[in-house]
Structures are given as structure tokens and as C-alpha cells.
């Protein structure tokens, strides 16, 4: 472990893999909880935590999942009790995901009291059929009361996830959802459309012909969704990433030089692009190619330049830690070039795309020697515009922002 606090990683995700029931959806590996083996994961997360803790100096910590509002008073307080041990609390941006059945007044406020100062609520649709077509465990009252629960509870930092796309979701029905999300005041919007995983009841729901994906619908209720949001004072910075610019909730834009306290690290090299105060600062970094670590089972780190995988089981995450390792999977360093490539193809997913220096200040590598021809070939067919001081997509090129990174990896 390196010894200098200079050179600490700054950015700490933690992954809870249960979930009162399995949404028809999702691939994230979680699995239905039972108290045993809850416990047993929490003793020996503890453990991963003091591996890596000389190695970190949060800045951000995010716990997510699976569903980690599912966690009890007792499991939450010996989290983060070892976190205070391992002084890893402090962050100037700690998220927890909440789903809106599992909030509590007393839960809220112990994470509060911790530091925990955003939440990401799992709404995903304000419509009761489609939530019970999607499998989730929350009504849509549970969602208003919860919001009101974390207000209560002190949380200024609230982001609400939405789903769009889903099948036999009209679009006045998802008008009706973001025009009552957007209602709620929340800080943060992440709104993404619903897509079909291998090894889900809805991805087999569509191979069985029981519905069709409706491009022309999609992407209808994406331009819904970026105007509807604009207009309520958000600021898009990825392509389903949408926030505020300031505590008053206008839509005055402030940069992140201007965000005073714990504001981003060299590490994740933001210190020149335009983003919204209440972006999720978490997630910027993994945009920016900063290095994270990732706890829990099925978590990636990567680490100045290596890429880890814990095993997607809890089991052998529990057995392995059990035995003092960390339960790492597989390894992977890539090539200079080819992690530069990466890292260009997920920053384009901002709205600032890539300014030229800041890519070569994080790389090394030079956006207009080495992808040159890819980006004249983007912005000749209108997904990208090469600015003077950066690169970045167009509003049409964001909605085929898949195919114009696999351009940039090598
Ligand atoms: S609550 Fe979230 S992680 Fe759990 S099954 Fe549903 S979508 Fe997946």
C-alpha cells in the first residue's frame, strides 16, 4: 500500500447484494436476504474495509445494491461504526440507495448522524400497474411518504431514479410520472430506459412475443424526459444524469471550482469541466476514469490503472474474506492505450464531453493525435462537435452514445 495520503484513492463504493424480492428487470447481482447471511456479510465487509482502509481517503462513498435501505438499525450502526474506526467517514459526498418500502424516520436519521448526506431513491415509475409489472416492493404513496420522511430527516441532497420505456407504458402515462417526480423537488434526476438483460423474466417476456420495444416511443419519451427536466430547472450532464446548480434550486449553473468544500480530488481530474453543483459526484468520477475502490460481492475496483472483480456470490465472498483475502475474482491491467480508450469512451457520456487537456492530463494520451479520424467521422455525421478546447456529443449523438464509444476503444 502506497504510504503517501497524496496518492489515496478518493472514492469508495460499497455493494449490499439483498433485496426484499427480485425486480422482473434486473441483472445486478443481489438475491433475496435472510438474516444469517446478512449478518455474516457485514461482518466480513467490515473486514474488506480494514484491507483497503490505509489505501483511502473517501471523498465519495456510495452504497449500493441490491437494496441497502433493507439493512436494520443494528447491521447500519456496526457498518458504520468500523467506518468511523477506520476513518473513512467524512466524505464530502456519502449516498446510500433507499428503496421507498424501507425508509424509516429512525433510519434516515442514524444515516444522517453518520454523514450520509444523499439519498438515491429507486422510484422507477409513479404508475401502481407498471411498478407491479416491474416487480418492485413500493407503492407509489410509499415513494411520497418516504420523500417526505428524508426532508424530515435533514437530506438536501435527494435523487430520484426513473425508468422509461416500460412495456405497456403509454406516454401520457409517463408524462404523468415525471411531471409528479419533478413535482417533489428532488436535487438529482437519473432517468434511464429500460433495458432487456439476459437471465430476466422481462427480457424472456420478450423473447416470448409478449410485447415489441417501440423505438419511436423511446425515444419520444426521452426528449419528454431531457424537456421536462430543463424546464423544472435541472441541468443535463450525462446522457440520464440531471441536477441542480444550486441549494435554491434554480438552474443556475455553478462549476465544480466553485463548490467549495471536499470539492473533487486530482484524482478524478475535475477541475475544469462545467457540471451542476448536485451532480453526483460519485459517478463523475467513474466518467472521468478516476480510480475507485469496490466492496461487496459481485464490486469492481480499479486502481491506478487495474481493474478488479469480487465474486458475484456471498457465499464465497463470505468464505473467502473468512480466510483474510479479499474475494477477488479476476484481475485485469490494461494497456496504456487501451485504458485511455475506455476512459474516452466514458467520459463522452457527459454533456461536457472531454476537454483536450483534462484527457491528457488523466492519460497521458493526446484525444486529437490518436482518435482523430474518429472524431472528424462523428461530428461529419452529427453526433459530435470538436470544439477548439474539447470534444463532446451532440444531443443526437448522447441518444447513440454506445456506438460512438466503441469508436474510442482500442
Ligand atoms: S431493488 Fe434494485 S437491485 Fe433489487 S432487484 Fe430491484 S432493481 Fe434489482
Not at 262 to 272: A, I, K, R, S
Not at 295 to 322: D, F, H, I, M
Amino acid at each position: 500500500m502506497p504510504d503517501s495520503k497524496a496518492t489515496r484513492v478518493s472514492s469508495l463504493y460499497l455493494h449490499v447484494p439483498f433485496c426484499a424480492q427480485k425486480c422482473a428487470y434486473c441483472a445486478f447481482y443481489s438475491e433475496p436476504s435472510t438474516g444469517d447471511l446478512i449478518n455474516r456479510y457485514i461482518a466480513v465487509l467490515v473486514h474488506e474495509l480494514e484491507i483497503v482502509a490505509d489505501d483511502l481517503r473517501p471523498e465519495t462513498i456510495f452504497f449500493g445494491g441490491g437494496t441497502p435501505s433493507l439493512l436494520n438499525l443494528r447491521q447500519w450502526e456496526q457498518i458504520l461504526r468500523a467506518m468511523e474506526r477506520l476513518n473513512l467517514l467524512g466524505a464530502a459526498e456519502f449516498t446510500v440507495e433507499c428503496n421507498p418500502a424501507t425508509v424509516s424516520a429512525d433510519k434516515a436519521k442514524l444515516l444522517r448522524d453518520f454523514g450520509v448526506n444523499r439519498i438515491s431513491m429507486g422510484v422507477q415509475s409513479l404508475d401502481e400497474a407498471l411498478l407491479n409489472r416491474l416487480g418492485r416492493v413500493h407503492s407509489r404513496e410509499m415513494v411520497f411518504k418516504s420523500f417526505d420522511i428524508l426532508r424530515r430527516a435533514g437530506f438536501d441532497n435527494l435523487n430520484l431514479d426513473l425508468m422509461f420505456a416500460i412495456p405497456g407504458q403509454t406516454l401520457e402515462v409517463w408524462r404523468a410520472t415525471l411531471t409528479e417526480a419533478l413535482a417533489l423537488g428532488s436535487e438529482h434526476l437519473s432517468s434511464y430506459e429500460v433495458i432487456y438483460e439476459d437471465d430476466t423474466p422481462l427480457f424472456a417476456q420478450l423473447k416470448a412475443g409478449e410485447f415489441d420495444v417501440d423505438e419511436d416511443l423511446a425515444c419520444a419519451m426521452y426528449e419528454e424526459l431531457v424537456d421536462g427536466a430543463t424546464a423544472a430547472g435541472f441541468r443535463q450532464y450525462e446522457i440520464a444524469n440531471f441536477a441542480r446548480g444550486s441549494k435554491s434550486n434554480t438552474s443556475t449553473v455553478q462549476s465544480l471550482q466553485s463548490v467549495p468544500e471536499g470539492g473533487m480530488t486530482e484524482d478524478c481530474g475535475l477541475t475544469t469541466v462545467d457540471i451542476p453543483a448536485f451532480a453526483c459526484r460519485h459517478n463523475v468520477n467513474y466518467w472521468r476514469g478516476g480510480s475507485f475502490y469496490g466492496l461487496g460481492p459481485s464490486a469492481t475496483s480499479y486502481v491506478r490503472g487495474v481493474r478488479t472483480k469480487n465474486w458475484a456470490n456471498t457465499q464465497l465472498y463470505c468464505e473467502q474474506l473468512g480466510k483474510g483475502n479479499r474475494a477477488i475474482e479476476s484481475r485485469e491491467e490494461l494497456p496504456p492505450l487501451r485504458r485511455a480508450g475506455e476512459t474516452a469512451a466514458f467520459g463522452l457520456r457527459m454533456v461536457a464531453g472531454w476537454p483536450f487537456e483534462e484527457f491528457q492530463r488523466t492519460t497521458n494520451f493526446d484525444l486529437r493525435r490518436e482518435w482523430s479520424a474518429d472524431m472528424n467521422q462523428l461530428a461529419d455525421r452529427g453526433w459530435a462537435k470538436i470544439s477548439p478546447d474539447r470534444f463532446h456529443l451532440t444531443p443526437r449523438g448522447l441518444r447513440f452514445a454506445d456506438a460512438a464509444a466503441e469508436m474510442f476503444l482500442r
